[in-house]
């Protein structure tokens, strides 16, 4: 399990964090949260994908996040400050989500271990928010594509490219543009 294999819990740390949890079952296209709600839940993925994402006010749409399998989504802002979220998670493929609810800052508070693995989790998303933050205000399209490959080795196969240039902020003529440089790099 997940929660004994990279947080350290104990046997009896994740019995008393189980009766807050419950998996469920998400059909593909199906929103976990949309924009304006609050968010009380966080999502661990078991399987499939997820994407959280914003639409601007031509209606485009801003990819944050993928969550492919054993990664965590939710809006943490809605989440810890009650606000309504600027996000929706759309299940983009059939997907089994293990749902932690609101009750988890209680939880937090209950076991010092899990506050502590949390912490590194939190810290190691705020890391990559700030990667991704400097990435798209100076890295060109073909560095936050090969950056997009290195922490998403498996979506590229398993999304629409517009989705991939969505999340690194470029137009999918834009990207197809990189792929074809780089495989041409690659081929000769």
Known sequence: MYLKENMGMTATEIA???PRLH????????FLLRQGDQCPNAFFVESGLLRSYTID?????????????????????SAYFHEPSLVFIEA??????????QYYNDFIREIPSYKEKNEM???NHIR?????????????AEARYLDFIRLYPSVSL????????????????????????LANRHYR
């Open 128 to 140: 990559h928010l700030q990667n991704r933050i400097n990435a798209l205000l100076g890295a060109t």
């Open 158 to 181: 398993r999304v629409p490219q517009w989705m991939i240039a969505s999340y690194l902020g470029v137009t999918p003529e834009s990207l197809s543009r990189v792929r074809k440089d």
């Open 23 to 30: 998996k469920k079952s998400v059909s593909k296209n199906t």
């Open 16 to 18: 008393r964090l189980l």
């Open 121 to 123: 989790l939190l810290q």
């Open 92 to 101: 983009i493929e059939d997907s089994m989500v293990i749902v932690l609810d």
């Open 57 to 77: 006010d031509t209606g485009k749409d801003h990819i944050i996040q993928f969550a492919p399998e054993n990664w965590f989504i939710s809006d943490r802002s």
